[in-house]
């Protein structure tokens, strides 16, 4: 049995005790919780510190903060997002027959939300839930392409630009390059094994009327059956990103219809036609 925290089970119960209440004092939440006093004000002191809740400095009454808002928020997007979008990726798997992953951008991770994968033949996946870096490969450069310049600059300089493979971009210059074509094409493309050895992706934007809010990206093995299934999935996968961005309220011009005359611009280096 997996030992309990007992702090954090102090907190949650701090927070949820806002679910019937706009406001408490200390003493009410201490009455309320049947809390030590100098246990629930230290709880308190950390929720505020961390924007979870915020304390009036006149009535000394606390409420719900903004990072507990901006987290319910992100809640209900993902889960609009996944709703509206599973159809359409259980559609897109059909059509191309490799796995299609749904994933929103939390500072600097993206967390996968949903998944589906094809049926009776291998395939490249990943877990709903899990976490990977802002800067993996096209899945990371879509979210990025279309964030405000000081906020690419602060994950940049904060977190760095990891390199996973050789094929990694790490140079912040030619990073932003790759933004820019990205914003002019629509879409991401890693062809050359940037993020993981022998995997090649293709990432849409989806967005709502308050801009980019996920991405889908196609995975799968790479291969030299050359370039003609891989404009198959690009489009297909462009058409799937432009439909649920339609039905989220947002620019479902983003995406490309026609990315064929494009997709060399992605493409930083010649190589070997692959497969997605």
Same mark, same amino acid.
């Given at each position: 049995?997996?030992?309990?925290?007992?702090?954090?089970?102090?907190?949650?119960?701090?927070?949820?005790?806002?679910?019937?209440?706009?406001?408490?004092?200390?003493?009410?939440?201490?009455?309320?919780?049947?809390?030590?006093?100098?246990?629930?004000?230290?709880?308190?002191?950390?929720?505020?510190?961390?924007?979870?809740?915020?304390?009036?400095?006149?009535?000394?009454?606390?409420?719900?903060?903004?990072?507990?808002?901006?987290?319910?928020?992100?809640? #209900?997007?993902?889960?609009?997002?996944?709703?509206?979008?599973?159809?359409?990726?259980?559609?897109?798997?059909?059509?191309?027959?490799?796995?299609?992953?749904?994933?929103?951008?939390?500072?600097?991770?993206?967390?996968?939300?949903?998944?589906?994968?094809?049926?009776?033949?291998?395939?490249?996946?990943?877990?709903?839930?899990?976490?990977?870096?802002?800067?993996?490969?096209?899945?990371?450069?879509?979210?990025?392409?279309?964030?405000?310049?000081?906020?690419?600059?602060?994950?940049?300089?904060?977190?760095?630009?990891?390199?996973?493979?050789?094929?990694?971009?790490?140079?912040?210059?030619?990073?932003?390059?790759?933004?820019?074509?990205?914003?002019?094409?629509?879409?991401?493309?890693?062809?050359?094994?940037?993020?993981?050895?022998?995997?090649?992706?293709?990432?849409?934007?989806?967005?709502?009327?308050?801009?980019?809010?996920?991405?889908?990206?196609?995975?799968?093995?790479?291969?030299?059956?050359?370039?003609?299934?891989?404009?198959?999935?690009?489009?297909?996968?462009?058409?799937?990103?432009?439909?649920?961005?339609?039905?989220?309220?947002?620019?479902?011009?983003?995406?490309?219809?026609?990315?064929?005359?494009?997709?060399? #611009?992605?493409?930083?280096?010649?190589?070997?036609?692959?497969?997605?």
């Amino acid at each position: 049995m997996v030992a309990r925290v007992s702090a954090v089970e102090r907190s949650i119960q701090i927070l949820r005790a806002f679910e019937s209440r706009d406001e408490y004092s200390l003493t009410e939440l201490v009455a309320l919780l049947s809390l030590n006093k100098s246990t629930a004000y230290g709880i308190l002191q950390t929720l505020t510190d961390y924007r979870f809740l915020t304390r009036d400095p006149q009535t000394l009454r606390y409420r719900l903060g903004p990072a507990l808002i901006r987290l319910g928020h992100l809640a #209900d997007e993902q889960t609009e997002v996944r709703g509206i979008a599973r159809s359409h990726l259980e559609l897109l798997v059909q059509k191309i027959r490799k796995s299609v992953l749904l994933g929103t951008l939390n500072e600097d991770r993206i967390t996968i939300i949903d998944k589906v994968d094809p049926v009776g033949v291998l395939h490249v996946s990943a877990a709903i839930g899990q976490q990977i870096p802002f800067s993996a490969g096209s899945f990371g450069r879509v979210f990025l392409a279309w964030l405000p310049e000081e906020r690419v600059d602060y994950l940049i300089e904060t977190y760095g630009l990891e390199a996973f493979t050789q094929s990694s971009i790490t140079d912040p210059d030619a990073y932003k390059e790759e933004l820019a074509r990205v914003r002019e094409c629509g879409y991401a493309v890693d062809d050359t094994e940037e993020y993981l050895p022998g995997v090649r992706a293709v990432s849409v934007p989806l967005s709502n009327a308050d801009g980019v809010v996920a991405a889908l990206t196609v995975v799968g093995f790479t291969s030299r059956s050359g370039n003609q299934p891989g404009e198959h999935a690009i489009k297909a996968a462009l058409r799937a990103g432009r439909e649920i961005s339609e039905q989220l309220g947002g620019d479902e011009s983003r995406a490309d219809p026609d990315p064929s005359d494009k997709r060399a #611009d992605l493409q930083r280096s010649p190589g070997t036609p692959h497969d997605v």
